[in-house]
Structures are given as C-alpha cells and as structure tokens.
C-alpha cells in the first residue's frame, strides 16, 4: 500500500482494510462498510473527513472507534 488512508487514521468503526482484487498491490482497494467497492479518494485519502452524507455512502457515515 503506497498511504495510509486517512480514515484509517481517524479510527473509523467502519474502515475494513485493503483487498487485492486480483492479488496484486497495484490492484488494492481500500475499503468499508459504506463502500465495500472501494472508498472515494476525497474520503480515504483526501480532506473529506466523510462526516456528511456522501454518494453512494450506504447512509453510514464516520464514526469514531471509541476506546475502553
């Protein structure tokens, strides 16, 4: 993976991971449960902190991992 996505960063309940759809690194998607085919780069790498409501968002929206 060349970035961290920043949704990874912020502790999104939500964030799933990277897949490699035909197993190379060229090919990594990262993903959650609002776009299981992949996160928008305004969203995963971008400014966009996903706290509104996004196209084709699943109507789930950040959430924050909460500790303890």
């Given amino acids: 993976m060349l970035a961290e996505?920043?949704?990874s960063?912020?502790?999104?309940?939500?964030?799933?991971g990277v897949k490699r759809p035909d197993?190379?690194?060229a090919s990594e998607v990262v993903f959650c449960e609002a776009f299981?085919?992949?996160i928008p780069d305004d969203i995963a790498y971008?400014?966009?902190p996903h706290t509104t409501?996004?196209?084709?968002?699943?109507?789930?929206?950040?959430?924050?991992?909460?500790v303890g």
């Fill in 53 to 66: 409501p996004f196209p084709g968002d699943n109507g789930i929206l950040f959430e924050e991992e909460r």
């Fill in 36 to 38: 299981p085919d992949g």
């Fill in 23 to 25: 197993g190379t690194e």
């Fill in 9 to 16: 960063m912020r502790s999104c309940v939500h964030f799933r």
């Fill in 46 to 48: 971008g400014d966009n």
């Fill in 5 to 7: 996505p920043k949704c």
